[in-house]
């Protein structure tokens, strides 16, 4: 029987994990909890609200939008967030109990709030590494806590490499396989760029494999296209374009031969669709050919087709409505069943959605184990 291993869940931080796991030095830039006086909560750092501090509900985003919006009409809160956080939200024991209700093995947990601060706390390096370690910390905790059912995902950036080098090495002496990054331009080099390949053979060497996940990062898009950050929650051109900034990343990594040098290296992209997956690859080596004859040779000597690094060393999540069976059939077995639980978006059932959609964790191991197996194996 194929052990079900879910590419896309998230745990939620609780009120004190930022200023309990922060080195003591720098607790001042821990991120916490502020309740204002209509009773909503909000993420802050610094004193500076980041986002409302949603408990959210598979299936219903409509909540979402009406907590939002009676709070920028100045009505009290309808819901009280420390009573509605259920602990399986939040627990890693809780947790790992829950996912085998829900028919799953085992499940890729990644931060809940810590998708909604990079960007914002980039303009300081010491506060993002401080609260980015924290999170890290936190996580090998619930390696042991979640008694081997879990993999929770830790939080880095390639902005400081010696910063890196430390927790990496950290990571991997705790039991953390996998890290999120951001497809996105590293203070003004591309992620191929030369300084980096010792940050690659590190992921390599500790056994930590890069992930690529919706969050609000840098954006690989102009600030003219975005609206008042105050005006819109999840800004429509992010939703629509979501994919972009993992395509273009692994574009880079690709064509630039990172993924030849570091054979072992593996890329996972997760919450960012699939559907795109087909027309990209044949637009990868069929752009790949153009521009080789054009310009009169490429940028580096590739081994193989371009496709192939990304059918070899990247792994994709796809949701059921997506298709996944369908979706291997016309590039090849290298996507991954997720649920998105407990976000909204995501579903509590994701097993019963994916045999409606035609698939079977019996018939198609890849989906629903190795693929996520291989990103926690490299």
């Known amino acids: 029987m194929t052990v079900v291993i879910d590419s896309d869940q998230h745990l939620f931080e609780s009120r004190s994990l930022w200023a309990e ?39 219903d985003t409509k909540r979402l939008g009406r907590h939002h919006q009676r709070r920028a009409e100045g009505l009290p809160s309808e819901h009280n967030y420390d009573e509605e956080l259920p602990d399986h939200y939040w627990d ?26 990079e960007r914002r706390l980039s303009p300081s390096l010491s506060a993002l590494t401080a ?39 950290a990571l991997a002496a705790g039991g953390v396989q996998l890290a999120m990054i951001a ?17 690659w053979a590190a992921f390599v060497d500790h056994g930590v494999t890069p992930l690529f996940h919706v969050a609000d990062q840098p954006r690989v898009l102009d600030e003219a296209f975005y609206p008042d950050p105050d005006q819109s929650f999840v800004p429509p051109l992010e ?41 990209y690859l044949l637009m990868l080596d069929g752009g790949w050919d153009f521009t080789n004859a054009i310009n009169g040779g490429p940028p580096t000597a590739l081994d193989m087709r371009p496709s192939d690094y990304f059918l070899r060393q990247v792994r994709v999540s796809s949701f059921s409505y997506e298709r996944p069976t369908r979706l291997a059939g016309m590039t090849a077995d290298i996507y991954m069943c997720c649920s998105d639980f407990p976000h909204s978006e995501g ?18 191991a890849g989906l629903f184990h190795d693929n996520v197996a291989t990103l926690l194996a490299s």
């Open 92 to 117: 890693p024991a809780a947790r790992a109990e829950h996912i085998h209700s829900m028919g799953l093995d085992q499940a890729v947990l990644f931060p809940n709030f810590g998708l909604l601060w």
């Open 347 to 364: 579903t509590a059932t994701p097993l019963q959605d994916y045999d409606r959609a035609g698939s079977d964790p019996s018939r198609e």
């Open 183 to 199: 497809p996105a331009a590293v203070d003004g080099r591309p992620l191929s760029h030369p300084d980096h390949e010792s940050l």
């Open 21 to 59: 796991h922060i080195d003591p030095s720098q607790r001042e830039d821990a991120i916490g909890f502020v309740d204002d006086e209509l009773g909503y909560t909000w993420l802050s750092w610094r004193g500076r609200r980041l986002s409302l501090a949603d408990v959210q509900i598979p299936g």
């Open 239 to 279: 939703s629509v374009f979501l994919w972009v900034p993992p395509a273009i990343a692994v574009t880079d990594l690709i064509v630039n031969g990172t993924l030849q040098r570091h054979p072992g290296l593996r890329i996972g992209i997760v919450e960012l669709s699939s559907i795109w997956v087909p027309q």
């Open 131 to 169: 609260n980015m370690g924290a999170w890290n910390r936190w996580c090998t905790t619930v390696v042991h806590d979640g008694g081997g059912s879990l993999h929770p995902v830790a939080h880095l950036t390639l902005r400081d490499p010696e910063w890196l080098h430390s927790q990496l090495g």
